[in-house]
């Protein structure tokens, strides 16, 4: 087994009284891509959150790259390599593309040579992005937002990438755009920690999969053992696509 | 005095006057904008800008003399000063109130502007106090109107000072990390930005203009008080509200704006200087229910 990049344990999350996350147990080895799924209101994005440090974990312990993080400060763990793409893009409309790829890069500011670099990176995945970066970021159509969400947590050069429903709102063709530039970043060392509701796009990308139900994990396995068993695509991944 | 004479004295008077009112309104904005407080204490901060620049020169002038030599290096130590002292009241204050509701860090505001406010009135005895300045009447005369070297001084240092903001809030990570939080303070946290030092230093910045404009009314006004806070507090908040507050270039404007429609609205045949206030919250008033975004606002503004 390979190296373990994240490691979760017993995480317990609560907003007020509202029991959120109720244990929840999970690993993302190293050059992976895993994928968290379930309905809306499952708990996915709180486990994101839990795991950045937005929402503090009443319970349990989450380990990035051996060293705890589970009271640590979002910035401070953004500075250790995980980054997180939260649900929504949360892009910073009212500033041009160019300075929401800035602050994607604020705790590598100072590095103009990196920066550079990472930059160029950036402009080469998402060509589009370079041709529009004086505009307003709030001009971007839905595909270009994500790209951009995408492009600013690429800044700083992350280990572990949390990516929040990317395709969310987006034409399938769209949505098969940002998945090859997920399997790309991925190929290039890039571990990722996928949520979708799309659970079929999902799986065919990722390693291996978590199904999430009211704050619990209810199944995992690889995705293709989850995508081929039918009682499992029936019961919680909801077919239709 | 021919109407063009009445146009420059009153265009320069309204520029002094709109230059503290700017220097005031900006720390309003910028506060309001990065943690949408309306910080009330503001004035008060001006207030002990001028006079700590007060005490500054009283020292500085014993080796660099009262002229600008040393009142500029004596503004410039005052405005660190206060800035710093921003810097602890948003540590102290305001920082464990930020996810409270938003009625609490008004209160605490309220709270804070009283504390400073009769500090300074127990230390100096409630009296006025003759700033320590030695600025002379010296300036250019062009027929009946005479402008001093003092107020022409006094413009540029605003106009460098908002320069330089500009530069800072458009050019900088920091000026950039600055708005980004008035727009979405978690998506800032998930870029690896340190939210609770971006906010320290937007009081800083915002508590030491307040300083300079303290220091520069005490140098033109010649005389400081601990009550001088409070009406240019609301003038400031006026000011914030014409131009959209949480805007910077807004609070610029308006503060100009304000500082001239006051001296020109004096020159009415049937207005008197003593009815400028009247004018200055009238049309407070009128913002607030017509345009409470003011003139570069956003639309979203809550209701406070
Ligand atoms: N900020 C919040 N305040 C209160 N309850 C919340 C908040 N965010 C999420 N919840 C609740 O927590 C549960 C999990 O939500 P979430 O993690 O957003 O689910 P998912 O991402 O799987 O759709 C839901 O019941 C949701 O209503
Ligand atoms: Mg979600």
Redesign the interface.
Known sequence: MSETVLEIEGLQTFYGKIHALRGISLNVPKGKIVTLLGANGAGKSTTLKTI???TRAAAGRITFRGQEITAA???AI??MGL????EGR??????TVQ?NL???G??N?GERAEKQRRLQYIFELFPILSNRRNQDAALLSGGEQQMLAIG?ALM?DPELMLLDEPSMGLAPFLVQAIMKIIRKLNEQGTTILLVEQNAKVALRLADYGYVLETGRIVVEGDSATLREDESIVKAYLGGGH | MTILDIIIQQLTNGLILGSFYSLVALGYSMVYGIIKLLNFAHGDIYMVGAFVGFVILSFVSTLLGDGWLGILPSMILAMTAVGFLGVLIQRIAYRPLLSAPRLSILIVAVGVSLVLFNSVMVVTIGEYKAFPSGLGYEGITMGHVHITYTQMVMVGATAVLMIALHLFIAKTIYGKAMRAISIDMDACRLMGIDVNKIIALTFFVGSSLAAAAGVMAGVYYGSIHFFMGFVIGLKAFTSAVIGGIGSIPGAMLGGLLLGLLESFGTQLPWVGTEWKDVFAFGLLILLLVFKPTGILGRTEIERM
């Open positions: 950045s440090g937005l400060a979002p910035h953004v500075r980054i997180h793409a939260p949360r892009i910073f409309k009212g500033m300075e800035d602050l994607g604020f705790t500011r600013r700083t």
